[in-house]
């Protein structure tokens, strides 16, 4: 069993930047690639990054350049930087490692 918190999220002005944070307890963290995904009202959960078990990284046409996905493995934590943000960013963001998600944390973007 993994656990997945995310936190970070918030209501930000169209522009501005928020880092999401998502804590993992369980199982040895470093040996999952974890994944953020995104669910907006109405409308299907969506990838929007990923990072590998060595560090690699994935992002979703949609927010590449926009956003960094990076891994503290001492921490147990993975996280989402997001820039220029945009009201369309709005949504509700999941931390995923397999088949364990975190809870959400919500991003409102406002324009």
């Known amino acids: 069993q993994v656990q997945l918190v995310e936190s970070g999220g918030g209501l930000v002005q169209a522009g501005g930047s928020l880092r999401l944070s998502c804590a993992a307890s369980?199982?040895?963290?470093?040996?999952?690639?974890m994944r953020w995904f995104r669910q907006a009202p109405g409308k299907e959960r969506e990838f929007v990054a990923a990072?590998?078990?060595?560090?690699?990284?994935y992002y979703a046409d949609s927010v590449k350049g926009r956003s960094t996905i990076s891994r503290d493995n001492a921490k147990n934590t993975v996280y989402l930087q997001m820039n220029s943000l945009k009201p369309e960013d709005t949504a509700v963001y999941y931390c995923?490692?397999?088949?364990?998600w975190g809870q959400g944390t919500q991003v409102t973007v406002s324009s």
């Open positions: 369980g199982r040895t963290f470093s040996g999952y690639a």
């Open positions: 990072v590998s078990r060595s560090g690699n990284t």
């Open positions: 995923n490692a397999d088949d364990f």
